[in-house]
């Protein structure tokens, strides 16, 4: 029961807990997956956080003066979200909002200046601000990161096969090469490479085969949580549609729970459950996916869904222009950051930050005026 090679659906919990024989048929053939309460793949406690972020923020000193830096560069200010269990947790923003470094402060790729991040599943509990480091080499097994650019994020000297091995070799999670090469031709097949291709070398392979390859490293320690780092934004369309529904199958038969951060709306629309929408480091707005596309709050909200282009001819909406730049994060304007290119601002919005409200049912609002502006 305990060998993962022979557990329903990556649960890792003894076979003795619920009686049932897990490993006597293959993963997909399953017939205990809907009886198990405490498996993962297909009955999913969806209620239950996996990553919590708290108040959390990331600083980056810029320029040396004597012993300490310059300037700060304030790349995640105060920001709290929470990610449920098998959840697609769409992260979206302009360039430069911080998307990417909150998604590495939740990894522990980055430092953590204030503020807390914790990871919770059913086996284990971490604070990331005080994790030791055989914590944090167990946390790298459960946490992963799939990468934008499939074109640098492979060794150009490695196979896929050893590609795909390192993180089970380096994490020494497997007992002998034998154990290692059914690992990788199962995650292999599961991200449907070819078997033939294993031996080849990454240059011989397009971006989307190259962005699977990606995706099977990520996946071959049996991660519970994966952050998807803009992982389709260097693909073509078609190929985009491909791995986006190929992430979504992968979620759904290994009960796994992504934060999936990107800048294309409509990406984000097709995959994700909730979404967060980040801005000069704060995030402004986190909705369910249909009510934010449906009904936004923040003007920044509303200004980035008016700018999707549609296809009606007859939709005579017009996108909904921001003015100016997006300010520096070394020195964010005082109050709401969004009061600069905000054409609903009052005086008011650039002494007091405004404070997350309740807006409904798990939407979050951080504006002052959201109510008159909704009315
Ligand atoms: Fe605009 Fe004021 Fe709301 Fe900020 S608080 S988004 S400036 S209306």
């Known amino acids: 029961g305990r060998d993962r090679r022979y557990v329903c659906g990556g649960c890792t919990r003894a076979a003795a807990t619920c009686g049932r024989p897990f490993g006597v048929v293959p993963r997909s053939g399953c017939t205990h997956r809907r009886a198990c309460t405490h498996g993962r793949a297909g009955h999913v406690k969806d209620t239950e956080a996996l990553v919590t972020v708290d108040h959390l923020s990331v600083r980056f000193g810029i320029g040396r003066a004597l012993f300490k830096p310059q300037a700060y560069v304030r790349a995640v200010d105060d920001v709290s979200l929470t990610i449920k269990r098998g959840q697609f947790f769409g992260l979206v923003g302009e360039s430069g909002s911080g998307k990417t470094t909150l998604g590495r402060a939740i990894l522990k790729a980055v430092p ?223 109050g709401c950051r969004f009061h600069t290119r905000c054409p609903h601002a009052v005086p008011a919005c650039a002494e007091a930050v405004p404070v997350p409200e309740k807006a409904d049912d798990g939407h979050t609002v951080a504006c002052h005026r959201w109510r008159e502006i909704d009315a």
Not at 226 to 252: G, H, P, R, T
Not at 284 to 302: D, G, S
Request: contains cysteine; charged residues 25%; glycine residues 4%.
């Open 112 to 334: 953590i200046s204030s503020g807390h991040v914790h990871y919770s599943d059913d086996e284990v509990s971490y604070d990331l601000g005080q994790i030791s480091k055989p914590d944090l080499k167990a946390y790298r097994k459960r946490a992963q990161l799939i990468f934008q650019d499939p074109y640098a994020a492979l060794s150009p000297r490695m196979t896929v096969r050893d590609i795909i091995a390192e993180p089970l070799e380096v994490m020494k999670l497997t007992g002998s090469r034998e154990e290692t090469d059914a690992r990788v031709r199962e995650v292999a097949q599961r991200c449907r490479l070819n078997l033939e291709h294993l031996r080849r070398f990454p240059h011989a392979f397009s971006g989307g085969q190259r962005q699977r390859i990606s995706i099977a490293r990520a996946l071959v320690c049996e991660p519970r949580f994966l952050v998807a780092d803009e992982s389709v934004a260097a693909l073509d369309v078609s190929i985009q549609a491909d791995i986006l529904n190929m992430l979504k199958s992968l979620q759904q038969e290994l009960g796994l729970t992504f934060l999936f951060i990107s800048h294309d709306l409509s990406v984000v629309a097709h995959t994700c459950d909730m979404v967060a929408v980040m801005y000069l480091g704060s995030l402004v707005e986190i909705a369910p996916t249909r009510k934010l596309f449906q009904a936004p709050k923040h003007p920044y909200t509303r200004a980035l869904l008016s700018a999707i282009p549609s296809l009606d001819p007859d939709d005579n909406r017009k996108a909904q222009r921001l003015t100016g730049e997006i300010p520096s994060p070394t020195n964010p304007p005082d």
